[in-house]
């Protein structure tokens, strides 16, 4: 079956700027997690979508938001970029009810990068 | 303040050594799962640990969960090249919603 699908897998925005994110969970997914990857603090969590809903959400700004539609594609947006928002942005489905057991599926990420 | 601790940060070792990483934490999981990523990949899940004291074996690696659910770690017998990556730890903590918490992880190099 088809993995997660993010796109687009590279991006190079100026401050200040906004830019939305895309992913496709594996189908029958109907939860999707974003974080955040930088190589000084590692995977951070930003927000969990389950059903078209937001269940989970991490200590990040008001400017990251996402949302989800009834395919359970899901995307997320970040307005007025910082430099600080550089990094690689994971997507991950997971069958909600048994992520403890059956962990994530993640795609490639996308790597956004602020100039 | 980081939920879990990895060890060492950074590894470059010899094809065909042994080596162990550490993934410790203060606090209670009710399961821990091991990841390994690859430069401009995700991360993919190795395996999931749910009892305390569990030991799984995946070929070359062993995975051992802590009796008191809150450490963990991977032992690779005879490393290869292949085994290059960054290896991430994950709980699902106790009591918790189901959100994952990662570590920061081991960068591990083989070098042939």
């Known amino acids: 079956k088809a993995g997660v699908t993010q796109t687009p897998r590279y991006l190079i925005k100026t401050r200040g700027q906004q830019v939305t994110l895309s992913c496709s969970p594996i189908?029958?997914?109907?939860?999707v997690s974003w974080y955040q990857q930088t190589p000084g603090q590692g995977l951070q969590f930003l927000f969990e979508y389950f059903s078209e809903t937001q269940r989970n959400k991490g200590n990040f700004p008001g400017r990251f938001s996402g949302r989800q539609f009834s395919n359970s594609r899901s995307e997320m947006n970040v307005s007025t970029l910082e430099l600080g928002d550089s990094a690689l942005y994971l997507c991950?489905?997971?069958?909600?009810?048994?992520?403890?057991?059956?962990?994530?599926?993640f795609g490639s990420g996308t790597r956004l990068t602020v100039v | 303040t980081q939920l879990l601790e990895q060890s060492p940060q950074f590894l470059s070792i010899q094809e065909g050594e042994n080596l162990t990483v550490y993934c410790n934490s203060s606090s209670v999981f009710s399961s821990l799962q091991w990841y390994r990523q690859e430069p401009g990949e995700g991360p993919v899940l190795l395996v999931t640990?749910?009892?305390?004291?569990e030991v799984k074996k995946l070929k070359r690696l062993t995975f051992q969960f802590g009796d008191a659910r809150k450490d963990s770690s991977l032992h690779i017998t005879a490393a290869q090249p292949g085994d290059t990556g960054l290896y991430l730890c994950a709980g699902a903590l106790q009591g918790g919603s189901e959100k994952l918490v990662f570590g920061k992880g081991t960068k591990l190099t083989v070098n042939p």
């Open positions: 991950a489905s997971s069958l909600s009810a048994s992520r403890s057991i059956l962990g994530y599926t």
């Open positions: 189908s029958g997914h109907r939860s």
């Open positions: 640990v749910v009892t305390g004291g």
